[in-house]
């Protein structure tokens, strides 16, 4: 077979060429970076594990009426995805305090939120994705009042989705990151979910212990990330339940 044309590769995946015009090839690759890529290394099964969750949420959304960038997975590492249009956004819905947040207010991490927030990180590493108001996206033209509050809209019910699903499992949805895409349907233009929802980009603590089960396992030499990321896919059921959360990812198919 040809070798794929490399589209983009990035801290945790890599995009190729896909089969077809508007389609790409998403990758997942085992490295874990934290912290603007100062703290690397790599976890065993850590991109089959994402590929997996990716997947399961990604299909949970659509089947909610979200539309996302997702089309099927191919292989244990790899997903058929619509390539879209990247709004340079990180866009960021907190529950709980953590993280940046608490850092900046001083207060508790756990600490819940009278309500969900929505807020912005202009997508750009060198400036470590700086927190930007929503007036400065409309008149940078990164996006429009519209899309704004599209996105908002959107952000707050993947929230929705993925709590309750969370909930349904034991675990509390501290915050999250989703990154928007988009597409042209004819002339129109629409956005999508896109990138990767996992627990790469989620803060996801056990509801009795507040036991972490996510990227700040990493960022916080905290144990096992592999470990942690095993429990949150076999509580799922994208693992099967006797699946020892300490032993390498088996598979579902
Ligand atoms: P935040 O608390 O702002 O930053 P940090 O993770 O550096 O403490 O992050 C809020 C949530 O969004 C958290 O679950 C991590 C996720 N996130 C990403 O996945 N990528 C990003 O570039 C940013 C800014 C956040």
Redesign the pocket.
Known sequence: MARRKLVYEGKAKILYEGPEPGTLVQYFKDDATA?NAEKKDVIDGKGVLNNRLSEFFMTGLQRIGIPTHFIKRLNMREQLIRQVEIVPL?V?V?NFA????AKRLGMEEGTQLPRPVVEF?Y?DDSLG?PLVPEEYIVALGWASQQDLEDIIAMALRVNDFLAGVMHGVGIKL????IEIGRVYDGEFPRLIVADEISP????LWDIETNEKL??DVF?RDLGSLSDAYTEVARRLGVLPQNNAPSGKPTLVN
């Open positions: 912290f990180e960021i907190r953590a993280g940046t947040m990180s997508k994705d501290v915050d999250f990151k790469d980009s989620c803060r996510d990227k960022r």
